[in-house]
């Protein structure tokens, strides 16, 4: 029947990113690519979020699903949303993550938002990961649009937990993302697709995005892109370290921590629901 069948959720979202939360702690099972489709279907999200037990500092090890199915490494919008109710349940201010993409902490600050620690941005090629060498991933050779007259060109790269490509524009809600999105995210060059913002930086201490998340669609808001603009703007020299990035659903605050370079991301969360996934959507329901 699958793992997901007659199983709880929590609904929560994190700027209007939506987040699906379901603990395995205490029944782990995995999740099949099919299970996850349906689970959407039946609670749009953007990501769910499966908590598996953790190990002596780890409060929980999480693996993380795109609405098609495929897997994230990280989901910093969604970090908030599990701190949030493990804190909750525990009474811990500060907890550790275990992720595919390595350890995440997160904590709880005086005025109720969470941070979370991103860790250290990835800039070499391979990293990101891209198809072909290219020696500076502040703005590699990429454009978008017609030959001759591009739209977009030159982005910016950065693997952020997952691989993203920002364009800087004048003004993010001029392009039509819905159409432009999938095309770049599954462009040659990003072998394991990418996530796609466009980005303007109003001033020095403010960016203004939009994203296309690879494997979700148009988002409200993307933590790990909000962290991955405000690193490469900082390496562009358009921005500080510390930014306001704001997204169509609001404000993060992204600090690219100079001492250790991590990149700490801060915002607020919001509960919607709990509910219980329909066992019938699952029948005959594989990986594929």
């Known amino acids: 029947m699958g793992t997901l069948a007659d199983r709880d959720f929590v609904k929560m979202n994190g ?32 990501q769910l979020m499966a908590l598996y037990p953790g190990h002596g500092a780890i409060d929980a090890s999480i693996r993380i699903y795109n609405n098609d199915g495929s897997e994230a490494g990280a989901c910093g919008n969604g970090m908030r949303c599990v701190a949030f109710l493990v804190s909750g349940e525990t009474g811990k201010a500060k907890l550790n993550f275990e992720t595919s993409a390595g350890l995440v902490s997160c904590w709880r600050n005086g005025d109720g938002l969470f941070t979370v620690d991103m860790g250290v941005p990835r800039f070499r090629w391979d990293e990101i990961p891209l198809a072909r060498a290219m020696p500076d991933t502040r703005a590699i050779e990429l454009d978008f649009g017609p030959p001759g007259a591009p739209i977009l060109c ?14 800087w524009v004048e003004n993010p809600q001029s392009y039509d993302l819905r159409q432009i999105g999938p095309r770049l995210e599954h462009h040659p060059l990003f072998p394991a697709r990418a996530n796609i913002t466009l980005a303007a930086t109003p001033s020095r201490d403010r960016i203004v995005i939009r994203t296309w998340e690879r494997g979700a669609g148009l988002t ?58 329909d066992a019938a959507l699952f029948a005959g329901v594989g990986a594929p």
């Open 15 to 46: 700027l209007g990113n939506e987040i699906v939360i379901v603990d395995l702690r205490r029944s782990a099972g995995a999740i099949a690519a099919g299970e996850a489709r349906a689970a959407a279907r039946q609670e749009p999200y953007d």
């Open 154 to 167: 030159s982005p910016s790269v950065v693997n952020m937990g997952n691989p993203h490509a920002i364009f």
């Open 220 to 277: 409200k808001a993307c933590g790990s892109a909000a962290c991955a603009v405000a690193v490469a703007a900082a390496r562009l020299g358009r921005t500080g370290r510390k930014v306001t990035v704001t997204l169509p659903g609001g404000d993060l605050a992204i600090e690219w921590r100079e001492s250790d370079d991590h990149v700490l991301m801060t915002g607020p969360v919001e509960y919607e629901h709990a509910g219980r996934f």
